[in-house]
């Protein structure tokens, strides 16, 4: 069993920035890709950005192109956590937004790859 604990989030104003956090517990083994994705009421859960291991330490970082150049995405192999910095914040960045996880190491972007899910975490941007 994996378990994915996000934090952060909030309400901040346009042009803004937030961190969001990920902290996975047990089988953390299991996965080879960690990733975050968003949802907007009314809207398909939608990918962001995703970590996938390439070798010892060596992750490569993919984006959506909605949010490349303002988000980028990072892990701390030492505290075993991932977080999500969010720059240049926009409106219709506002989500609920989900740390992943999947065993797959290919590049992963469609929500049925991951096996994991955590909780979500609101992000509010206000114009």
């Known amino acids: 069993q994996v378990h994915l604990v996000e934090s952060g989030g909030g309400l901040v104003q346009a042009g803004g920035s937030l961190r969001l956090g990920c902290v996975p517990s047990?089988?953390?083994?299991?996965?080879?890709?960690m990733g975050w994705f968003r949802q907007a009421p009314g809207k398909e859960r939608e990918f962001v950005a995703a970590?996938?291991?390439?070798?010892?330490?060596?992750?490569?970082?993919y984006y959506a192109d909605s949010v490349k150049g303002r988000f980028t995405i990072s892990r701390d192999n030492a505290k075993n956590t991932m977080d999500l910095q969010m720059n240049s914040l926009k409106p219709e960045d506002s989500a609920v937004y989900y740390c992943?996880?999947?065993?797959?190491?290919?590049?992963?972007?469609?929500?049925?790859?991951?096996?994991?899910w955590g909780q979500g975490a609101q992000v509010t941007v206000s114009s």
């Open positions: 992943a996880a999947a065993s797959s190491n290919r590049r992963v972007t469609e929500r049925y790859d991951y096996s994991y």
């Open positions: 047990g089988r953390t083994f299991t996965f080879n890709t």
């Open positions: 970590l996938s291991w390439r070798s010892r330490n060596a992750y490569e970082p």
